[in-house]
């Protein structure tokens, strides 16, 4: 009959506890992070009934790692999405766009050089001219505002980071305090459960702010790791911080290190480990790409911005303006000086765009650096992939002063001039980095106030009047494209007005083999074109006295044609455009710039200024339309997980209500053999 109450007491205590169970599974259904709990009971071997009791939690540790690794893929798709696509919609948008700006342009000035003299057509030129300008700026402030929001939320999710780091860190140490306890029933026991989802869940939330792998200890206590670079980031002793570092030599860029900490508050390591971007995941690596592809953006606008301000600058400095005089750059374009990481800013390094290599200008940064006692030449990519530059891309000279010149003119369009010699920086061993086209759409300037200072006449005119020639021929202009003192033309610094220099090919005549003897104003032959250009990009075609291109270096900085049959002592005129303000060559040739490729492109390639909007809008919304798609397969592939993840450890409400009634059944059947042997003990007792 004891056999009966022992047997009938710990039924009835089993029970309870599978109830108990079963009642808090049903209750956490809508906990977040909570994990199923299974009771398993154990047979006694030493007296009737049932033996002890075991809660667990039922889950798939391998399904959970690559549920963490899924939360990692979405959060990084969704932040690299998020920066970028603010950018994308401005940079699309036609209130805002530079393509239709650059349009409605060139079609004022296409109607304006239709009437040279009218200055109510030039003033609607001029105002387009100030629409331009005032995009790019428009459009690179707000890049430069997404960038510090991106970086914002950047420093929000390293603050996540360290906090979660910790706290897991700490529940290690707790859960292990608390594992003696484990496998025994009652309080203590569940708490420990409690703290193990716990833990899974802050786990959860760090792997949606960067990759990560788990590894489950011999102790219980879990160790995480970051995905990319296998850096730990905590275990059940240390845990690591992470710091949010602005580039010495990039203010708008930052880059995150990693130190560790000791949660028993002995000394730390003081090491810091620099992250590389790519090894981040997560949507810190999400939030660090899409800045990378913004502030190419940007440089892409800038270059943009630099070609078109050159562009124009050069073919109106070629022109004379409706007053008469040289034309002058239409935009001013700054000059910068390079970041340093000398401390004491005493070596400096001022850049310097090359007029006329507008189309040579990239959209990379350029690291100079002595660190190692040599100079060396860096080109920076979108994502700080520095690849050194061959001594053929740059020239190394001196100034008058002895200063160490870089000129990277034919290169990236620009000039580096340092305030030391080549020794003392080398010497100094300090990095310096120029950002020609960062900020360069922000600061390039409208610089002409008047709508007469548009240089619509050309500095030069053809004449075939003044001479009895024997053929029909006629001489063009075809180009004018600079003045200069190494060009044919120069600006009289007095006047102000258009003249020749010595050697500027001012006639064409006819040599008796119909070649095309070129002469300067003192009537010396100064080069020759053969007789089968039949005219025709005359100077391109040219060889001066030595044998060399006539027009290497762009000399003479205006090209003819001569059209039609000539005949041996057959001569043309080149003159200074006297009173000709009503002429509108110069303008023409700035009007059909719509059509030039005058954009660096990928390699040597040119492409047109829409062409150049066009291909950067491509470029970002390249990237958005890719993070789009990715973050789509990302959260299906995390749905799918995560699916097969509840399939075990979530609570089926139908499944726990059957062993609800399952179990109350059994306490009901345990309690009548309490009942039963409480029965034949008063019977036995009553029949005495």
């Not at 994990?35 to 030493?46: A, D, F, G, N």
């Not at 369009?413 to 003392?424: A, H, P, Q, V």
């Not at 950067?616 to 890719?626: E, I, K, N, P, Q």
Request: proline share 2%; glycine share 8%.
């Amino acid at each position: 009959m004891l056999d009966l109450i022992q047997i009938g007491k710990f039924g009835v205590l089993n029970a309870q506890k599978l109830i108990s169970t079963t009642s808090n599974n049903i209750n956490n259904v809508n906990t977040e992070g909570y994990t199923r709990k299974q009771t398993l009971t154990y047979t006694s071997s030493i007296d009737w009934g049932v033996g002890n009791t075991d809660t667990r939690r039922i889950y798939s540790q391998y399904v959970q790692r690559e549920l963490y690794a899924d939360n990692g893929n979405k959060s990084y798709y969704e932040a690299a999405k998020s920066g970028m696509s603010a950018v994308d919609s401005m940079l699309s948008d036609d209130e805002m766009s530079v393509s239709t700006a650059f349009t409605k342009y060139f079609n004022a000035l296409s109607s304006s050089v239709q009437n040279p003299t009218s200055t109510s057509a030039r003033e609607e030129v001029l105002a387009d001219l100030k629409v331009i300008q005032n995009r790019f700026t428009t459009l690179n402030g707000e890049i430069q505002r997404q960038i510090a929001d991106v970086n914002g939320k950047i420093n929000d999710s390293v603050s996540s980071v360290n906090s979660l780091t910790r706290s897991i860190c700490e529940l290690n140490r707790q859960i292990l305090a608390s594992s003696a306890d484990e496998g025994q029933a009652g309080e203590r026991n569940e708490i420990y459960l409690q703290m193990q989802d716990k833990r899974d869940l802050l786990i959860k939330q760090l792997s949606e702010q960067v990759g990560i792998n788990t590894v489950t200890q011999s102790n219980g206590s879990i160790s995480v790791y970051m995905s990319g670079n296998g850096q730990l980031l905590c275990n059940d002793s240390t845990y690591a911080t992470i710091t949010g570092n602005e580039d010495q030599l990039d203010s708008t860029r930052q880059y995150l290190t990693l130190k560790f900490n000791n949660f028993a508050g002995s000394v730390n390591d003081a090491t810091q480990v620099r992250l590389n971007d790519a090894d981040i995941g997560g949507a810190i690596g999400g939030y660090l790409a899409s800045c990378s592809e913004i502030r190419q953006t940007m440089r892409d606008l800038g270059r943009l911005s630099i070609s078109f301000a050159d562009a124009l600058n050069q073919q109106n400095r070629a022109g004379f303006t409706l007053e008469g005089i040289a034309g002058d750059n239409i935009f001013s374009v700054k000059d910068l000086y390079a970041a340093t990481d000398d401390p004491t800013n005493s070596q400096s390094c001022l850049m310097n765009f090359v007029e006329g290599k507008g189309s040579n200008v990239t959209a990379n940064d350029y690291k100079i650096s002595f660190e190692g006692g040599q100079l060396r030449v860096f080109e920076r990519d979108a994502y700080g992939k520095e690849t050194e530059l061959k001594a053929t891309d740059y020239v190394v000279k001196n100034d008058a002063q002895g200063n160490l010149v870089i000129d990277m003119s034919d290169y990236a369009g620009i000039n580096l001039s340092f305030n030391s010699s080549r020794t003392d920086l080398e010497n100094g061993k300090h990095n310096f980095l120029v950002q020609p086209t960062l900020n360069a759409a922000y600061t390039t300037e409208v610089n002409i106030s008047k709508p007469e200072d548009l240089a619509y006449a050309s500095a030069v005119r053809t004449s075939t009047t003044k001479n009895n020639n024997l053929g029909n021929a006629v001489i063009s202009l075809a180009s004018m494209s600079a003045v200069g003192p190494n060009m044919g033309v120069s600006v009289d610094p007095v006047t102000n007005m258009p003249v020749f220099n010595q050697n500027a090919p001012v006639k064409v005549i006819i040599a008796d083999d119909g070649s095309y003897n070129i002469l300067n104003k003192a009537g010396d032959v100064i080069g020759t074109a053969p007789a089968s250009c039949k005219g025709q990009g005359l100077f391109s075609q040219a060889v001066d006295l030595n044998g060399n291109a006539f027009n290497a270096n762009g000399f003479p900085g205006y090209e003819i044609n001569i059209t039609g049959t000539v005949q041996p002592g057959d001569s043309f005129e080149i003159e200074i455009n006297t009173n000709g303000i009503g002429d509108n060559t110069n303008g023409n040739i700035m009007s059909a710039m719509k059509d030039v490729k005058l954009v660096g492109s990928t390699g040597t390639e040119k492409i047109t200024f829409n062409e150049g909007y066009a291909s950067l809008t491509t470029r970002l919304g390249s990237a958005v339309y890719s993070a789009e798609t990715n973050l789509a397969a990302a959260e299906s592939k995390r749905e799918q997980t995560q699916e097969l993840y509840d399939s075990e450890a979530g609570v089926n409400l139908d499944e726990e209500a059957a062993d609800l009634i399952k179990y109350q059944q059994t306490y009901q059947a345990c309690a009548k053999i309490i009942t039963a042997s409480q029965t034949i003990f008063d019977s036995l007792i009553s029949a005495f």
